[in-house]
């Protein structure tokens, strides 16, 4: 059994990103990832897939993301190349692959269990992400459907699909990409709860940050709700997207009432047949290793002011979405947060109550 000051769940960008803090403040930690090799869940992104932003406004504390040659907005294997760099510019005990099956109180420690071993830490950062746990509604007739099913998640490129019919779900980011992805090789049918609501073409990531920002610094100074980034739309337009959209290729329908065993159907009586459905409708916190802590409230997540966990000041939650920071699942806005929380966690244990 290891003993270390912190311990880290998760080597993605908020594992990386708090490494980093908790590295300036020389504190003794270790970073526990489930994954083979460095980049977190982008290195399982689709083929397709670019930032939001450019890359100077899509980086980790203390080194800008270096441009990529020919794009204005990076893609996938360049996120990963930089996060990749990233951990051995600033040597992070990153350990892999390492599955942690439970966090457990341990008097002054909280004892983190893996296949790999066990540590006892004063604190733990959790920053597993999302990725692993993708999230499929359960519509009436899904398990009779004799096509396949996907989500985002198992989604690569249209290569798999080309001249099939595609029924792509939701309306957000992910759905309107992957949609534009399908639209010219497909017999495609895109689905949204809502019609889609694009933002401004001129809006990317860096607006984005600022304006969740903002809120954040309003609703701490008690001043009206801006609403946050929900209020200006639910899509990017990046270039792929604006194409498809311009073309007339991303015609939205309204969400269909049930699944049938050759397709769709809607309370109407309209159907659509498919040779698949790709469910582009999210995911959910992946804190499962917690269970043992008993913490999970409403809506299956945790209780927290900031990063700290309200019913366990030892354990930090770092970038599950603005519920534990601004912005805090991406890349640029995931620095304030994991600088917050290692903060925190110097201040908690040089007081001595760890």
């Avoid at 040597?91 to 457990?104: A, I, N, S």
């Avoid at 099939?164 to 957000?172: A, F, H, L, Q, S």
């Amino acid at each position: 059994m290891s003993r270390t000051d912190v311990v880290v769940i998760g080597g993605g960008q908020a594992g990386l990103a708090a490494g980093y803090h908790l590295r300036r403040l020389g504190l003794d930690f270790v970073v526990l990832d489930t994954q083979p090799t460095p980049g977190g869940a982008w290195q399982h992104a689709w083929d397709s897939l670019h930032l939001f932003s450019p890359a100077a406004y899509s980086s980790l504390p203390g080194r800008l993301m270096p441009p990529q040659a020919g794009e204005t907005y990076p893609d996938a294997a360049h996120v990963v190349a930089y996060l990749t760099e990233y951990e051995q510019r600033y040597e992070l005990p990153v350990h892999r692959p390492v599955r942690v099956t439970g966090v457990h109180r341990d008097g002054e420690f909280l004892r983190v269990e893996s296949d790999s071993g066990t540590w006892r830490a004063r604190a733990v950062v959790s920053a597993t992400g999302t990725w692993s746990r993708p999230f499929i509604p359960a519509i009436p007739g899904r398990v009779d459907f004799r096509g396949g099913q996907f989500h985002t998640v198992e989604y690569t490129s249209p290569a798999a699909f080309a001249g099939k019919r595609v029924i792509v779900v939701g309306g957000g980011n992910s759905g309107a990409q992957v949609a534009a992805d399908l639209a010219h090789d497909t017999a495609l049918t895109w689905v949204t709860l809502r019609e889609p609501r694009y933002l401004a073409d001129d809006i990317d990531g860096r607006a984005l940050f600022d304006h969740a920002t903002a809120r954040r610094k309003a609703l701490d100074e008690g001043r009206t709700d801006t609403g946050g980034v929900a209020s200006l739309g639910d899509i990017v337009a990046v270039p792929p997207v604006r194409v498809a959209r311009d073309a007339g290729l991303l015609k939205a329908q309204p969400m269909f009432d049930r699944i049938t065993p050759t397709g769709v159907a809607w309370s109407d009586g309209t159907t659509a047949d498919a040779d698949a459905i790709i469910w582009c409708t999210g995911f959910r916190p992946a804190l499962s290793h917690l269970a043992p802590l008993g913490l999970r409230g409403p809506g299956g997540r945790i209780p927290a002011h900031g990063t700290q966990a309200l019913g366990e000041p030892r354990l930090h939650l770092l970038g599950y979405g603005d519920w534990t920071g601004p912005a805090s699942a991406t890349l640029i806005g995931v620095g304030r947060p994991a600088r917050e929380a290692a903060r925190s966690i110097a201040a908690f244990l040089a007081a001595g109550t760890g």
